[in-house]
């Protein structure tokens, strides 16, 4: 993720890049005008083909089963009532959530999360 981050920034797409360290910074910075890319582990009932509908609006995605490799997605939406990140998979299979306890986990899980400061001009 870091050649990206370094290629948009040469681009002149975004200002700067860091790495969010906590879930707590995660749920701060997240909006849907200011998605952060995530690299995390990939896992059988993450996939869709596996995802239950979660009040019949979004896939929800749990971090359990089979692992089946690192996956970069993004997450552009946080419901801290409900304590789920919304998350957009980079495979088009269109959105998903993510309880905030299955995202924590998979943060200390060798997971990273890239937050992008967009170019004002943007």
């Not at 995530?38 to 089963?65: C, F, P």
């Not at 998903?96 to 200390?108: A, G, K, Q, S």
Request: aromatic share 6%.
């Amino acid at each position: 993720m870091t050649a990206g981050a370094l290629a948009l920034r040469e681009m002149g797409l975004i200002s700067s890049f860091h790495w969010a360290k906590t879930i707590q910074e995660v749920i701060r910075v997240i909006n849907p005008k200011q998605p952060v890319v995530v690299g995390t582990s990939w896992t059988q009932d993450m996939t869709v083909e596996n995802r239950q509908m979660h009040k019949g609006k979004r896939r929800l995605a749990r971090y359990r089963g089979r692992d089946y490799g690192g996956h970069c997605y993004t997450l552009n939406g946080v419901n801290e009532a409900e304590e789920m990140l919304r998350g957009k998979n980079s495979h088009g299979e269109g959105s998903f959530v993510i309880p905030l306890e299955d995202f924590e986990r998979l943060m200390t899980d060798r997971g990273e999360v890239c937050v992008l400061r967009l170019n004002q001009q943007t």
